[in-house]
């Protein structure tokens, strides 16, 4: 079955500091999003993007955020100065019509 | 706005008994139900959804889900769970025409032998 990949799995970061996560969605997948899980608390959706642009973000989305398809194939999410409370297990996700497609996450720890 | 609840964040079960996993849920819209499943170091998976028609949905691994309009559940359910069914499991819901998933905070399921 096809998956969604997500790179790195694990990355540790200094607050302040920019970072970027990484996915390769679907390839034939339209829509692409954006969820985080912290610790002990439900996964949050963050944003969806569709036809090169932002569809739908949540609150959390601030301008600290950004997403951005810089090619055919992958499909990054920017956090330009990481918080403390940055720290979570960020997912992709692709879509086609109603079932999403998860990759295995993110864990991002910001020192 | 949505809100889902999974009334249970821990249930233990002996391997081939029966198991439900809760979820009720909250909106003024007509939504469109999901169940994830998330085994270690795995992301989420589809296990089954309802979108329309049958209030019953069979799904992957002989789990079932029944909608419950009135009460506002969507509760899943396996006859005999097995070992591999250890995993947490994510109850979701999604307003028609929206993109998001609202997601509750997840049942861990452990199997016994």
């Known amino acids: 079955e096809p998956e969604v990949t997500q790179t790195p799995s694990h990355q540790v970061t200094q607050m302040g500091q920019e970072v970027i996560l990484r996915c390769v969605p679907i390839s034939n997948h339209l829509y692409f999003y954006w969820y985080r899980q912290i610790l002990g608390q439900k996964v949050e959706f963050l944003v969806s993007f569709y036809n090169n642009e932002i569809s739908e973000k949540s609150e959390i989305f601030d301008d600290q955020f950004s997403v951005e398809r810089p090619d055919g194939s992958n499909f990054t999410l920017k956090i330009r100065s990481t918080k403390l409370e940055d720290s979570a297990m960020y997912f992709c996700?692709?879509?086609?019509?109603?079932?999403?497609?998860f990759g295995s996450g993110t864990q991002l720890s910001v020192l | 706005a949505q809100s889902v609840t999974q009334l249970d964040s821990q249930v233990p079960v002996f391997e081939e008994a029966p198991v439900e996993l809760r979820c009720n849920y909250s909106s003024s819209v007509s939504v469109y139900l999901f169940w994830y499943v998330q085994y270690p170091n795995q992301g989420l998976q589809l296990l089954l959804k309802?979108?329309?028609?049958?209030?019953l949905v069979k799904g992957i691994n002989g789990f079932e889900a029944e909608f419950n309009k009135s009460q506002t559940s969507f509760h899943l359910r396996k006859p005999s769970v097995h070992i591999s069914d250890t995993a947490e499991y994510f109850c979701a819901v999604r307003r028609q025409g929206a993109q998001k998933l609202v997601f509750g905070q997840g049942t861990r399921l452990t199997i016994n032998p």
């Open positions: 996700a692709s879509s086609e019509e109603e079932k999403l497609f």
């Open positions: 309802y979108l329309s028609g049958s209030t």
